[in-house]
Structures are given as structure tokens and as C-alpha cells.
């Protein structure tokens, strides 16, 4: 399995994920002019992609799913039945192809040839949210983004994964004083928000063990956070934790434009 993270932060999300019978894009939270283009620069043609994974509604994950469908129809999407919903209802990403839209559900485990997707809900102020595990030849990578917290449940679907996709949205003392109303701080911090620095950093703290080699830091917020916070919360608190993890480990930065190189898992 390879992997790479093709743009993540406020401005729109989207993955690839390589295995040796599918393309997959795990959301979708560009226009898709500019997908295909993040796509050429790892080597990959938007054609060969056969299958997206949807985690929520919201347009930096969902706004170029529509067009993508539309345009490729090779392409089977997944969701689960609650965003599906809402989506064609408010035509928010305007009309889907019936034959191309497909559901799993949080809880669910579905198998595609050599892949393995397991969904699981988060929560997130949006319809139904939910974020994956992929797992093919006996490698595990975990997303999980757009959170307000990580329970017990969830840490134990993604425990254990070769990669991790985390977020790490905000600094916290960044998001008090800055420029945000109260009313938006007060949503970033909540159950249904997003994970701080801190607080994803010690979500990875409980779930890494020492086949854990891969670690991107994603979503992070333009204003609330910087590359060097997330990523020395994320080292402080895995080295000062104590973390069953392999000396070559790998924490890497994720950028809202230019994608990471291909990883093999």
C-alpha cells in the first residue's frame, strides 16, 4: 500500500491511497481541476482512479466529489446512507450518479479485492460524520480528522496501524487569542469541533505501538496553528509519553497545496 497526503488543511482535504488492484481518493475538498493536478504530480492520472471514500459533508472534504462522479464514472464513492442524504437533499455538490453513489456504514468492515475499509463515526458537527482504516497486504493506515474528541471506541478501531493520518488542528493559547469570534472558538473547542495539538497528540500516545511508522500531522488551521507547534506537541508528547514507537518512525508535516510524496506502508 502507498500513500500520500495529497492536501490537508482548512482550505480542502484529499488523499490517495495505492493498492495493487485500486486508486482511491479519501475525500475530495478541492475543485477537481485541481485534484487531477495534485494527482499528475505524484505520478498518478485521475482516470485510474476507481473508488472514493467520503468522511463528511463539509466542502473542504466534499465540494469536488460531485464533479469527479460526474466526470469519471469509474469512479465508485463510498458514504454512509446519513451524508448520502443530506447531500441530495441540499444539492450541495449538485446532482450524484444513483450508480455510483455506494454506503458503508459506521461499524462496517468491507472488502474490495486486496483492500479492507472500516468505518467509524467521529464526532463532528455535520450530518453523519465518519473516517477510515485501510488496510491491504497486512498494512493498517488510519485517517482521522475532524473530531472534537477520540473515545475509547475509536481508539480502539485505529490502534495498532502501520500510518496515521491525525489532526492536529490548533494550538490552543493561538485559537483564545485569536482573531476567530467567540462564537467560532467556542465550536473549534467543542465536542463536535476539531482535536488541538495536544489533544490528538495524546490520542496517538494511547493507539501507536512499535509497527507504527508513519505519522502525518494534518488539517492544520492557518490561523490557529503552525507547522512548529504541531510538530513539537507531537514529538514532546510521544517522546515524553513514552511511546511504543520505532526509532525510524516518521512525523511528517501535510500541506493545504502540495501533496507528500508517494509512502510506501
Known sequence: ??????????TGNTS??????????????????????????????????????????????????????????????????GTWQYLCETNKIGKLPVEQMNTIEPGQTKTFGDLDVTAFATSHDAAEPQYYVF??????????????????????????????????????????????????????????????????????????????KHIFLAHRSQHNNTAKLAYDTARQILVAGDANLPSDVQIQLTNPAQPTNLVQI
Open 16 to 81: 490517495l491511497i495505492e493498492t495493487g488492484q485500486h486508486k482511491i481518493l479519501m475525500d475530495a475538498g478541492l475543485s477537481g481541476i485541481k485534484i487531477k493536478r495534485l494527482l499528475s504530480q505524484v505520478g498518478v492520472d485521475i482516470a485510474d482512479i476507481d473508488m472514493a471514500f467520503l468522511s463528511h459533508d463539509h466542502s473542504d472534504h466534499s465540494k469536488g466529489l460531485g464533479v469527479l462522479m460526474r466526470r469519471y464514472p469509474q469512479i465508485a464513492a463510498f458514504s454512509n446512507s
Open 135 to 212: 488496510t491491504s497486504g497486512g498494512k493498517r493506515m488510519a485517517f482521522l480528522t475532524d473530531t472534537g474528541y477520540v473515545s475509547r471506541k475509536v481508539e480502539s478501531v485505529i490502534a495498532d496501524a502501520d500510518a496515521y493520518l491525525m489532526e492536529f488542528n490548533y494550538d490552543n493559547m493561538m485559537l483564545r487569542n485569536g482573531p476567530y469570534s467567540w462564537g467560532l472558538k467556542q465550536r473549534i473547542l467543542s465536542d463536535e469541533g476539531h482535536l488541538s495539538n495536544e489533544e490528538a497528540g495524546q490520542a496517538l500516545l494511547d493507539v501507536v505501538t512499535p509497527r507504527t
Open 1 to 10: 500500500m502507498r500513500v500520500s497526503i495529497l492536501a490537508s488543511g482548512s
